[in-house]
Protein backbone atom coordinates (compact mmCIF):
# COMPACT_ATOMS: atom_id res chain seq x y z
CA UNK A 1 0.00 0.00 0.00
CA UNK A 2 0.81 3.70 -0.94
CA UNK A 3 -0.60 6.40 0.68
CA UNK A 4 -2.12 7.20 -2.69
CA UNK A 5 -3.22 3.79 -4.16
CA UNK A 6 -3.65 -0.01 -3.38
CA UNK A 7 -3.22 -2.98 -5.50
CA UNK A 8 -5.28 -5.74 -3.33
CA UNK A 9 -3.87 -8.80 -5.10
CA UNK A 10 -1.01 -9.75 -7.55
CA UNK A 11 -3.61 -10.59 -9.64
CA UNK A 12 -5.73 -7.67 -9.91
CA UNK A 13 -5.39 -5.32 -13.11
CA UNK A 14 -7.24 -2.18 -11.33
CA UNK A 15 -5.49 -0.27 -8.24
CA UNK A 16 -8.02 1.23 -5.65
CA UNK A 17 -7.34 5.46 -5.33
CA UNK A 18 -6.88 6.25 -1.27
CA UNK A 19 -7.57 9.61 -1.55
CA UNK A 20 -8.89 12.03 -4.59
CA UNK A 21 -6.81 11.99 -7.50
CA UNK A 22 -6.69 14.60 -10.37
CA UNK A 23 -6.93 14.09 -13.78
CA UNK A 24 -3.69 14.20 -15.44
CA UNK A 25 -1.73 13.11 -12.21
CA UNK A 26 0.99 10.96 -12.48
CA UNK A 27 0.94 7.43 -10.60
CA UNK A 28 4.03 5.73 -10.59
CA UNK A 29 3.44 1.89 -9.46
CA UNK A 30 5.83 -1.48 -9.69
CA UNK A 31 7.57 0.07 -12.30
CA UNK A 32 4.88 1.40 -14.50
CA UNK A 33 4.10 5.05 -15.02
CA UNK A 34 0.63 5.51 -15.08
CA UNK A 35 -1.44 8.97 -16.06
CA UNK A 36 -5.04 9.41 -15.20
CA UNK A 37 -7.38 10.17 -17.30
CA UNK A 38 -10.29 11.05 -15.13
CA UNK A 39 -10.12 12.24 -11.66
CA UNK A 40 -10.62 9.71 -9.39
CA UNK A 41 -12.41 9.50 -6.23
CA UNK A 42 -10.81 8.34 -2.81
CA UNK A 43 -12.65 4.52 -2.88
CA UNK A 44 -12.93 4.01 -6.58
CA UNK A 45 -10.42 1.70 -8.90
CA UNK A 46 -9.00 2.43 -12.37
CA UNK A 47 -7.43 0.17 -14.89
CA UNK A 48 -3.92 -0.52 -14.06
CA UNK A 49 -3.63 -1.61 -18.36
CA UNK A 50 -5.69 -1.50 -21.25
CA UNK A 51 -8.86 -3.23 -21.14
CA UNK A 52 -10.80 -4.24 -24.38
CA UNK A 53 -14.28 -5.35 -24.18
CA UNK A 54 -15.40 -8.55 -22.71
CA UNK A 55 -11.89 -8.48 -21.14
CA UNK A 56 -12.01 -9.39 -16.77
CA UNK A 57 -11.95 -7.45 -14.54
CA UNK A 58 -10.06 -8.70 -11.84
CA UNK A 59 -9.97 -7.52 -7.38
CA UNK A 60 -9.03 -9.59 -4.57
CA UNK A 61 -7.86 -11.84 -7.51
CA UNK A 62 -10.55 -13.41 -8.52
CA UNK A 63 -13.30 -11.82 -11.42
CA UNK A 64 -15.25 -8.81 -10.60
CA UNK A 65 -16.80 -7.88 -13.54
CA UNK A 66 -16.11 -6.99 -17.46
CA UNK A 67 -15.29 -4.35 -20.01
CA UNK A 68 -18.08 -2.76 -21.58
CA UNK A 69 -16.08 -0.47 -23.59
CA UNK A 70 -12.60 0.07 -24.10
CA UNK A 71 -11.00 1.15 -20.76
CA UNK A 72 -7.63 3.03 -21.44
CA UNK A 73 -5.23 2.72 -18.76
CA UNK A 74 -5.81 4.86 -15.98
CA UNK A 75 -9.07 5.62 -16.74
CA UNK A 76 -11.50 4.86 -13.88
CA UNK A 77 -14.46 2.26 -13.73
CA UNK A 78 -18.10 2.95 -13.95
CA UNK A 79 -20.89 1.65 -14.28
CA UNK A 80 -21.37 2.86 -17.89
CA UNK A 81 -18.04 0.90 -18.93
CA UNK A 82 -17.79 -1.93 -16.26
CA UNK A 83 -20.76 -5.08 -16.20
CA UNK A 84 -21.38 -7.46 -13.19
CA UNK A 85 -19.56 -10.54 -14.02
CA UNK A 86 -18.80 -13.52 -12.18
CA UNK A 87 -16.58 -17.01 -12.61
CA UNK A 88 -18.45 -20.41 -12.86
CA UNK A 89 -18.60 -22.71 -9.97
CA UNK A 90 -19.26 -26.41 -9.06
CA UNK A 91 -18.68 -28.69 -6.38
CA UNK A 92 -15.40 -29.00 -3.63
CA UNK A 93 -12.23 -28.96 -6.08
CA UNK A 94 -9.13 -28.63 -3.38
CA UNK A 95 -8.78 -29.16 0.13
CA UNK A 96 -7.49 -26.04 1.89
CA UNK A 97 -5.10 -25.69 4.55
CA UNK A 98 -5.46 -23.48 7.36
CA UNK A 99 -2.68 -22.15 10.02
CA UNK A 100 -4.69 -20.48 12.72
CA UNK A 101 -3.54 -17.40 14.43
CA UNK A 102 -1.50 -17.13 17.76
CA UNK A 103 -3.91 -16.67 20.81
CA UNK A 104 -1.95 -17.32 23.49
CA UNK A 105 -2.44 -13.88 24.47
CA UNK A 106 -6.47 -14.67 24.74
CA UNK A 107 -5.87 -18.39 25.27
CA UNK A 108 -6.69 -18.12 29.62
CA UNK A 109 -8.82 -14.72 29.33
CA UNK A 110 -12.73 -15.20 30.36
CA UNK A 111 -15.52 -12.71 29.65
CA UNK A 112 -18.28 -12.56 32.52
CA UNK A 113 -21.78 -14.03 30.67
CA UNK A 114 -24.85 -15.49 31.62
CA UNK A 115 -24.88 -19.20 32.21
CA UNK A 116 -27.99 -21.20 31.21
CA UNK A 117 -28.62 -24.60 32.11
CA UNK A 118 -28.23 -26.12 28.16
CA UNK A 119 -24.56 -24.92 28.62
CA UNK A 120 -24.17 -21.70 26.33
CA UNK A 121 -23.75 -18.63 27.53
CA UNK A 122 -25.09 -15.31 27.20
CA UNK A 123 -23.29 -11.63 27.15
CA UNK A 124 -26.84 -10.33 28.09
CA UNK A 125 -29.47 -11.40 29.97
CA UNK A 126 -33.00 -9.98 28.20
CA UNK A 127 -37.07 -11.06 28.44
CA UNK A 128 -38.64 -11.55 25.51
CA UNK A 129 -42.50 -10.65 24.23
CA UNK A 130 -43.26 -11.58 20.80
CA UNK A 131 -46.53 -12.31 18.75
CA UNK A 132 -47.00 -15.80 16.65
CA UNK A 133 -49.11 -13.18 14.47
CA UNK A 134 -49.23 -9.58 13.24
CA UNK A 135 -52.95 -9.35 14.86
CA UNK A 136 -51.07 -9.18 18.45
CA UNK A 137 -48.75 -6.18 17.64
CA UNK A 138 -51.20 -4.19 19.54
CA UNK A 139 -51.48 -6.23 22.63
CA UNK A 140 -47.27 -6.58 22.20
CA UNK A 141 -47.50 -2.40 22.37
CA UNK A 142 -49.73 -2.18 25.14
CA UNK A 143 -47.76 -4.78 27.25
CA UNK A 144 -44.36 -2.60 26.28
CA UNK A 145 -46.42 0.49 27.66
CA UNK A 146 -47.15 -1.60 30.75
CA UNK A 147 -43.53 -2.59 31.42
CA UNK A 148 -40.63 -0.63 30.43
CA UNK A 149 -41.46 2.54 32.55
CA UNK A 150 -42.47 1.03 35.43
CA UNK A 151 -39.72 -1.74 35.48
CA UNK A 152 -37.14 1.31 34.87
CA UNK A 153 -36.03 -0.24 31.45
CA UNK A 154 -37.19 2.56 29.21
CA UNK A 155 -34.06 4.77 28.04
CA UNK A 156 -34.21 8.62 28.51
CA UNK A 157 -35.61 10.10 25.28
CA UNK A 158 -34.22 13.86 25.04
CA UNK A 159 -36.55 14.61 22.05
CA UNK A 160 -39.36 13.93 24.17
CA UNK A 161 -37.82 16.85 26.61
CA UNK A 162 -36.51 18.81 23.93
CA UNK A 163 -40.69 18.81 22.65
CA UNK A 164 -41.43 19.55 26.07
CA UNK A 165 -39.24 22.81 26.69
CA UNK A 166 -40.40 23.93 22.91
CA UNK A 167 -43.85 23.90 24.26
CA UNK A 168 -43.46 25.44 27.26
CA UNK A 169 -41.34 28.52 25.65
CA UNK A 170 -44.56 28.66 23.18
CA UNK A 171 -47.31 28.44 25.93
CA UNK A 172 -44.97 31.57 27.44
CA UNK A 173 -45.43 33.48 24.06
CA UNK A 174 -41.35 33.31 23.46
CA UNK A 175 -41.33 31.68 20.50
CA UNK A 176 -37.35 33.43 19.68
CA UNK A 177 -35.98 31.30 22.29
CA UNK A 178 -37.31 27.36 20.66
CA UNK A 179 -34.44 28.22 17.86
CA UNK A 180 -31.72 28.96 20.81
CA UNK A 181 -32.48 25.22 22.24
CA UNK A 182 -29.97 22.19 22.12
CA UNK A 183 -31.07 19.14 22.36
CA UNK A 184 -27.72 17.82 23.65
CA UNK A 185 -27.44 20.51 26.54
CA UNK A 186 -31.22 18.86 27.83
CA UNK A 187 -30.89 16.92 31.37
CA UNK A 188 -32.49 13.60 31.19
CA UNK A 189 -32.58 11.04 34.19
CA UNK A 190 -30.83 7.76 34.18
CA UNK A 191 -33.21 4.28 34.30
CA UNK A 192 -33.77 3.28 37.45
CA UNK A 193 -33.96 -0.73 37.07
CA UNK A 194 -36.00 -2.72 39.62
CA UNK A 195 -34.24 -6.13 38.18
CA UNK A 196 -30.72 -4.90 38.42
CA UNK A 197 -29.42 -8.66 36.70
CA UNK A 198 -32.03 -8.12 33.56
CA UNK A 199 -30.57 -5.90 30.72
CA UNK A 200 -34.66 -5.28 29.67
CA UNK A 201 -37.40 -6.53 28.11
CA UNK A 202 -37.60 -7.09 24.37
CA UNK A 203 -41.19 -6.48 22.84
CA UNK A 204 -40.88 -7.54 19.07
CA UNK A 205 -43.37 -6.77 16.04
CA UNK A 206 -43.65 -8.13 13.13
CA UNK A 207 -45.90 -8.58 9.73
CA UNK A 208 -45.87 -12.61 9.78
CA UNK A 209 -47.36 -15.24 10.99
CA UNK A 210 -50.58 -15.81 8.99
CA UNK A 211 -52.10 -14.77 5.23
CA UNK A 212 -48.76 -15.91 3.51
CA UNK A 213 -47.49 -19.36 2.38
CA UNK A 214 -47.33 -22.13 4.71
CA UNK A 215 -43.59 -22.12 4.71
CA UNK A 216 -43.24 -18.54 5.92
CA UNK A 217 -45.23 -19.13 8.92
CA UNK A 218 -42.95 -22.57 9.80
CA UNK A 219 -39.92 -20.34 9.00
CA UNK A 220 -41.19 -17.40 11.33
CA UNK A 221 -41.85 -20.41 14.15
CA UNK A 222 -38.11 -20.86 13.79
CA UNK A 223 -37.01 -18.10 13.79
CA UNK A 224 -38.77 -17.01 17.21
CA UNK A 225 -37.39 -20.09 18.44
CA UNK A 226 -34.29 -19.22 17.93
CA UNK A 227 -34.85 -16.11 19.63
CA UNK A 228 -36.08 -18.05 22.35
CA UNK A 229 -32.62 -20.30 22.21
CA UNK A 230 -30.49 -17.56 22.07
CA UNK A 231 -28.50 -17.14 24.85
CA UNK A 232 -28.99 -13.35 25.73
CA UNK A 233 -32.48 -14.63 26.16
CA UNK A 234 -33.55 -15.84 29.72
CA UNK A 235 -37.24 -16.70 28.70
CA UNK A 236 -40.12 -15.63 26.29
CA UNK A 237 -43.78 -14.63 26.45
CA UNK A 238 -45.69 -15.71 23.19
CA UNK A 239 -48.68 -13.92 22.08
CA UNK A 240 -50.95 -16.17 19.65
CA UNK A 241 -54.69 -15.03 18.10
CA UNK A 242 -55.27 -18.90 17.64
CA UNK A 243 -56.78 -19.16 14.21
CA UNK A 244 -53.25 -17.97 12.45
CA UNK A 245 -50.83 -20.26 10.19
CA UNK A 246 -48.12 -19.79 12.85
CA UNK A 247 -49.44 -22.23 15.89
CA UNK A 248 -48.17 -22.37 19.22
CA UNK A 249 -47.50 -26.23 18.12
CA UNK A 250 -45.74 -25.41 15.44
CA UNK A 251 -43.56 -23.35 17.65
CA UNK A 252 -43.04 -26.17 20.47
CA UNK A 253 -41.94 -28.22 17.38
CA UNK A 254 -39.00 -25.57 15.99
CA UNK A 255 -38.07 -25.27 20.09
CA UNK A 256 -37.95 -29.40 20.39
CA UNK A 257 -35.31 -29.63 17.50
CA UNK A 258 -33.47 -27.05 18.28
CA UNK A 259 -33.21 -27.74 21.95
CA UNK A 260 -34.99 -30.93 23.47
CA UNK A 261 -33.76 -29.92 26.73
CA UNK A 262 -35.10 -26.38 27.11
CA UNK A 263 -35.36 -25.17 30.31
CA UNK A 264 -36.05 -21.33 29.81
CA UNK A 265 -39.48 -21.22 30.55
CA UNK A 266 -42.11 -20.10 27.70
CA UNK A 267 -44.83 -18.44 28.22
CA UNK A 268 -48.06 -18.73 26.15
CA UNK A 269 -51.28 -17.14 26.03
CA UNK A 270 -53.86 -17.21 23.59
CA UNK A 271 -56.59 -14.40 23.02
CA UNK A 272 -58.94 -16.75 21.54
CA UNK A 273 -59.08 -19.02 24.57
CA UNK A 274 -58.79 -16.70 26.77
CA UNK A 275 -61.27 -14.34 25.82
CA UNK A 276 -61.53 -10.70 26.06
CA UNK A 277 -57.97 -8.25 25.53
CA UNK A 278 -58.25 -7.45 29.87
CA UNK A 279 -58.12 -11.42 30.55
CA UNK A 280 -55.04 -11.44 27.92
CA UNK A 281 -53.13 -9.00 28.76
CA UNK A 282 -53.46 -9.22 32.94
CA UNK A 283 -52.90 -12.80 32.92
CA UNK A 284 -49.71 -12.67 30.49
CA UNK A 285 -48.78 -9.42 32.26
CA UNK A 286 -49.39 -10.94 35.74
CA UNK A 287 -47.47 -14.23 35.16
CA UNK A 288 -44.68 -12.37 33.19
CA UNK A 289 -43.88 -10.13 35.64
CA UNK A 290 -43.49 -13.25 37.99
CA UNK A 291 -40.93 -15.00 35.48
CA UNK A 292 -39.28 -11.58 35.61
CA UNK A 293 -38.51 -12.37 39.33
CA UNK A 294 -37.10 -15.32 38.85
CA UNK A 295 -34.73 -14.28 35.84
CA UNK A 296 -33.24 -11.65 37.36
CA UNK A 297 -31.88 -14.56 40.01
CA UNK A 298 -28.50 -14.88 37.49
CA UNK A 299 -25.72 -13.04 37.43
CA UNK A 300 -22.67 -12.55 35.11
CA UNK A 301 -19.87 -15.30 35.76
CA UNK A 302 -16.74 -15.94 34.17
CA UNK A 303 -16.76 -18.09 30.90
CA UNK A 304 -14.19 -19.24 28.27
CA UNK A 305 -14.22 -17.55 24.94
CA UNK A 306 -15.27 -20.67 23.13
CA UNK A 307 -18.76 -19.61 24.48
CA UNK A 308 -18.57 -16.52 21.94
CA UNK A 309 -20.99 -17.16 19.12
CA UNK A 310 -20.77 -13.98 16.55
CA UNK A 311 -21.95 -12.45 13.63
CA UNK A 312 -20.28 -11.21 10.65
CA UNK A 313 -22.55 -8.58 9.29
CA UNK A 314 -21.67 -5.21 6.45
CA UNK A 315 -24.04 -2.55 5.61
CA UNK A 316 -23.74 0.72 3.86
CA UNK A 317 -20.57 -0.56 2.33
CA UNK A 318 -18.28 1.74 0.74
CA UNK A 319 -15.02 1.16 -1.40
CA UNK A 320 -12.51 0.87 1.85
CA UNK A 321 -15.22 -2.10 3.43
CA UNK A 322 -13.21 -4.77 1.97
CA UNK A 323 -10.15 -3.57 2.86
CA UNK A 324 -9.84 -2.08 6.24
CA UNK A 325 -13.08 -2.88 7.97
CA UNK A 326 -14.14 -6.52 6.56
CA UNK A 327 -10.72 -7.90 6.53
CA UNK A 328 -10.50 -6.99 10.66
CA UNK A 329 -13.53 -8.29 11.38
CA UNK A 330 -11.84 -11.57 9.42
CA UNK A 331 -8.93 -11.59 11.21
CA UNK A 332 -11.17 -11.26 14.49
CA UNK A 333 -13.19 -14.16 13.40
CA UNK A 334 -10.29 -16.23 13.01
CA UNK A 335 -9.10 -15.42 16.89
CA UNK A 336 -12.98 -16.38 17.77
CA UNK A 337 -12.66 -19.84 15.70
CA UNK A 338 -9.31 -20.64 16.98
CA UNK A 339 -10.23 -20.13 20.63
CA UNK A 340 -12.81 -22.31 20.00
CA UNK A 341 -15.97 -19.97 19.54
CA UNK A 342 -18.11 -20.37 16.66
CA UNK A 343 -18.73 -17.33 13.82
CA UNK A 344 -21.21 -16.60 11.62
CA UNK A 345 -20.93 -15.43 7.59
CA UNK A 346 -24.49 -14.84 6.27
CA UNK A 347 -25.89 -12.61 2.89
CA UNK A 348 -25.72 -15.01 0.55
CA UNK A 349 -26.20 -12.43 -2.38
CA UNK A 350 -22.80 -10.78 -0.94
CA UNK A 351 -20.94 -14.15 -1.76
CA UNK A 352 -21.89 -13.96 -5.07
CA UNK A 353 -18.17 -14.49 -7.12
CA UNK A 354 -16.52 -15.81 -4.74
CA UNK A 355 -18.20 -19.30 -4.23
CA UNK A 356 -16.01 -21.40 -5.35
CA UNK A 357 -12.95 -20.36 -2.37
CA UNK A 358 -15.85 -21.11 -0.39
CA UNK A 359 -16.46 -24.54 -1.35
CA UNK A 360 -13.25 -25.22 -1.37
CA UNK A 361 -12.77 -23.97 2.65
CA UNK A 362 -15.81 -26.54 3.48
CA UNK A 363 -13.97 -29.20 5.86
CA UNK A 364 -16.64 -31.95 4.11
CA UNK A 365 -18.60 -32.57 0.67
CA UNK A 366 -22.12 -32.47 2.59
CA UNK A 367 -21.91 -28.93 3.47
CA UNK A 368 -20.05 -27.93 0.20
CA UNK A 369 -23.02 -29.28 -1.73
CA UNK A 370 -25.63 -27.55 0.58
CA UNK A 371 -24.35 -24.40 0.07
CA UNK A 372 -23.98 -25.04 -3.72
CA UNK A 373 -27.75 -26.12 -3.45
CA UNK A 374 -28.61 -23.17 -1.58
CA UNK A 375 -26.98 -20.32 -3.71
CA UNK A 376 -28.08 -21.67 -7.00
CA UNK A 377 -31.65 -21.58 -5.66
CA UNK A 378 -31.31 -18.44 -4.14
CA UNK A 379 -30.20 -16.97 -7.52
CA UNK A 380 -32.96 -18.66 -9.67
CA UNK A 381 -35.70 -17.32 -7.03
CA UNK A 382 -34.27 -14.03 -7.79
CA UNK A 383 -34.11 -14.26 -11.58
CA UNK A 384 -37.47 -15.98 -11.41
CA UNK A 385 -38.93 -12.06 -10.54
CA UNK A 386 -37.12 -10.98 -12.63
CA UNK A 387 -34.09 -9.55 -10.52
CA UNK A 388 -30.81 -11.18 -9.88
CA UNK A 389 -27.72 -10.96 -7.46
CA UNK A 390 -26.04 -8.37 -10.22
CA UNK A 391 -28.63 -5.36 -8.92
CA UNK A 392 -27.34 -5.95 -4.87
CA UNK A 393 -25.26 -2.98 -5.05
CA UNK A 394 -27.39 0.01 -3.62
CA UNK A 395 -27.29 3.62 -4.93
CA UNK A 396 -24.91 4.58 -1.91
CA UNK A 397 -22.23 1.33 -2.58
CA UNK A 398 -22.23 2.54 -6.70
CA UNK A 399 -21.12 5.97 -5.49
CA UNK A 400 -18.86 4.83 -2.73
CA UNK A 401 -16.99 2.87 -4.99
CA UNK A 402 -18.59 -0.71 -5.32
CA UNK A 403 -20.34 -0.54 -8.95
CA UNK A 404 -20.69 -4.31 -9.72
CA UNK A 405 -22.29 -7.20 -6.79
CA UNK A 406 -19.09 -9.82 -7.57
CA UNK A 407 -16.66 -6.63 -6.47
CA UNK A 408 -18.91 -6.10 -3.16
CA UNK A 409 -19.15 -9.44 -2.82
CA UNK A 410 -15.55 -9.74 -2.75
CA UNK A 411 -14.84 -7.74 -0.45
CA UNK A 412 -17.70 -8.47 1.55
CA UNK A 413 -16.70 -11.91 1.89
CA UNK A 414 -13.33 -10.91 4.28
CA UNK A 415 -15.41 -10.71 6.74
CA UNK A 416 -15.14 -14.57 7.15
CA UNK A 417 -11.27 -14.57 7.30
CA UNK A 418 -9.34 -17.65 6.38
CA UNK A 419 -10.86 -20.55 8.54
CA UNK A 420 -12.29 -23.48 7.41
CA UNK A 421 -16.12 -23.92 6.77
CA UNK A 422 -17.59 -26.38 9.19
CA UNK A 423 -21.53 -25.73 8.58
CA UNK A 424 -23.62 -24.71 6.07
CA UNK A 425 -27.13 -23.53 7.41
CA UNK A 426 -30.52 -22.65 5.94
CA UNK A 427 -32.38 -19.85 7.23
CA UNK A 428 -32.93 -19.94 10.85
CA UNK A 429 -31.18 -23.46 11.46
CA UNK A 430 -29.29 -22.83 14.84
CA UNK A 431 -25.53 -23.11 14.98
CA UNK A 432 -24.09 -26.34 16.93
CA UNK A 433 -20.31 -26.37 15.28
CA UNK A 434 -17.73 -24.36 16.37
CA UNK A 435 -15.99 -22.82 13.59
CA UNK A 436 -16.90 -20.73 10.97
CA UNK A 437 -19.96 -20.96 9.86
CA UNK A 438 -22.23 -20.10 6.77
CA UNK A 439 -26.06 -18.92 7.07
CA UNK A 440 -28.32 -18.52 4.11
CA UNK A 441 -29.93 -14.72 5.00
CA UNK A 442 -30.79 -11.91 2.49
CA UNK A 443 -28.16 -9.47 1.89
CA UNK A 444 -30.71 -6.84 3.76
CA UNK A 445 -28.93 -5.68 6.70
CA UNK A 446 -31.37 -5.74 9.27
CA UNK A 447 -33.31 -9.50 7.73
CA UNK A 448 -29.56 -10.51 7.68
CA UNK A 449 -28.47 -9.39 11.55
CA UNK A 450 -32.03 -10.44 12.74
CA UNK A 451 -31.58 -14.29 11.21
CA UNK A 452 -27.71 -14.05 12.87
CA UNK A 453 -29.14 -13.46 16.08
CA UNK A 454 -32.16 -15.97 15.46
CA UNK A 455 -29.24 -18.60 14.51
CA UNK A 456 -27.67 -17.87 18.31
CA UNK A 457 -25.15 -15.13 17.95
CA UNK A 458 -24.43 -13.22 21.12
CA UNK A 459 -22.45 -10.67 19.63
CA UNK A 460 -22.49 -9.26 15.70
CA UNK A 461 -20.06 -7.01 13.91
CA UNK A 462 -21.25 -4.61 11.74
CA UNK A 463 -19.01 -3.17 9.41
CA UNK A 464 -19.90 -0.06 7.21
CA UNK A 465 -18.11 1.95 5.33
CA UNK A 466 -21.57 5.06 4.98
CA UNK A 467 -23.23 4.72 8.43
CA UNK A 468 -26.06 2.53 9.52
CA UNK A 469 -28.31 2.95 12.57
CA UNK A 470 -29.76 -0.53 12.97
CA UNK A 471 -28.85 -3.04 16.07
CA UNK A 472 -31.16 -6.08 17.42
CA UNK A 473 -33.19 -6.44 20.39
CA UNK A 474 -31.20 -8.87 22.08
CA UNK A 475 -27.71 -9.75 20.45
CA UNK A 476 -25.01 -6.36 20.71
CA UNK A 477 -24.54 -4.66 17.26
CA UNK A 478 -20.59 -3.27 17.03
CA UNK A 479 -20.14 -1.05 14.46
CA UNK A 480 -17.07 -1.10 12.75
CA UNK A 481 -16.13 1.78 10.26
CA UNK A 482 -13.93 1.03 7.51
CA UNK A 483 -12.73 5.33 7.75
CA UNK A 484 -11.94 7.89 9.75
CA UNK A 485 -14.06 10.15 8.28
CA UNK A 486 -17.50 7.95 8.85
CA UNK A 487 -16.13 7.39 12.71
CA UNK A 488 -15.54 11.25 13.34
CA UNK A 489 -18.84 12.22 11.41
CA UNK A 490 -21.28 9.14 13.08
CA UNK A 491 -19.30 8.59 16.44
CA UNK A 492 -22.80 8.05 18.57
CA UNK A 493 -23.45 4.52 16.17
CA UNK A 494 -19.73 3.78 16.00
CA UNK A 495 -18.14 1.27 18.15
CA UNK A 496 -14.87 0.46 16.14
CA UNK A 497 -12.80 2.73 13.27
CA UNK A 498 -10.60 0.48 11.32
CA UNK A 499 -9.88 3.90 9.18
CA UNK A 500 -6.50 3.33 10.48
CA UNK A 501 -5.36 0.45 7.84
CA UNK A 502 -6.38 2.98 5.37
CA UNK A 503 -4.16 5.85 6.72
CA UNK A 504 -1.24 3.02 7.29
CA UNK A 505 -1.38 3.70 10.82
CA UNK A 506 -2.54 0.28 12.02
CA UNK A 507 -2.58 -3.33 9.90
CA UNK A 508 -5.24 -5.73 9.76
CA UNK A 509 -4.01 -7.94 12.55
CA UNK A 510 -3.84 -5.38 14.81
CA UNK A 511 -7.13 -3.67 14.53
CA UNK A 512 -8.37 -8.05 14.41
CA UNK A 513 -7.46 -7.92 18.15
CA UNK A 514 -8.48 -4.52 18.69
CA UNK A 515 -11.79 -6.13 17.94
CA UNK A 516 -11.48 -9.19 20.34
CA UNK A 517 -11.00 -7.08 22.92
CA UNK A 518 -13.83 -4.82 22.58
CA UNK A 519 -16.04 -8.00 22.27
CA UNK A 520 -14.78 -9.39 25.45
CA UNK A 521 -15.67 -5.97 27.34
CA UNK A 522 -18.79 -5.93 25.41
CA UNK A 523 -19.93 -9.52 26.15
CA UNK A 524 -18.63 -9.23 29.86
CA UNK A 525 -20.98 -5.98 30.16
CA UNK A 526 -18.55 -3.30 31.00
CA UNK A 527 -19.25 -1.61 27.76
CA UNK A 528 -22.34 -0.92 25.40
CA UNK A 529 -22.79 -1.09 22.06
CA UNK A 530 -23.62 2.12 20.35
CA UNK A 531 -27.02 0.63 19.12
CA UNK A 532 -28.03 -1.05 22.68
CA UNK A 533 -27.15 2.56 23.68
CA UNK A 534 -29.53 4.14 21.12
CA UNK A 535 -32.48 1.51 21.57
CA UNK A 536 -31.82 0.17 17.77
CA UNK A 537 -34.14 -3.15 18.25
CA UNK A 538 -34.48 -3.34 14.50
CA UNK A 539 -36.51 -7.15 13.75
CA UNK A 540 -37.14 -7.97 10.15
CA UNK A 541 -38.22 -11.74 9.46
CA UNK A 542 -37.07 -12.80 6.12
CA UNK A 543 -40.53 -13.69 4.07
CA UNK A 544 -39.71 -15.83 0.93
CA UNK A 545 -42.91 -16.18 -0.13
CA UNK A 546 -45.76 -14.26 -1.66
CA UNK A 547 -48.59 -13.31 0.48
CA UNK A 548 -52.41 -15.64 -0.54
Known amino acids: MTHKILKIHPKDNVLVALKDLKKGEHIHFEGKDITLSHDVKAKHKFAEERLNIDDNIFMYGIICGKALSPIMEGEVLTTQNVAHKTAEFTGKRETKTWTAPDVNKWSKLNFMGYHRADGLVGTANYWLVVPLVFCENRNIEIMKEAFVEELGFAKPNKYKA ?166 AVGHASDLVVALGGKTILSEFPELCGVEQELINRCTTDESAEKFVSLMRAYAASAEAVGSGFDMNPSPGNIKDGLITDAMKSAGAAKKGGTSPIVDVLDYAEFVTKPGLNLLCTPGNDVESTTAMAGSGANIILFTTGLGTPTGNPVTPVLKVSSNHILAEKMSDIIDINTGGVISGDKTIDEMGEEILEHIIEVASGNKKAKAMKLNQDDFIPWKRGVSL
Not at 195 to 212: R, S
Not at 279 to 306: G, H, V, W, Y
Open 162 to 327: FVKQMRELYAQGDKEKIAELNVETIEQNEENKIFKNIDGIKFLTHQGGCGGIRQDSDMLCALIAGYINNPNVAGATILSLGCQNAQPAILKDKLNKINPDLQKPVLLFEQQKEGTESALLTNAIQQTFLALTEADKISRKPAPLSKLTVGLECGGSDGFSGISANP
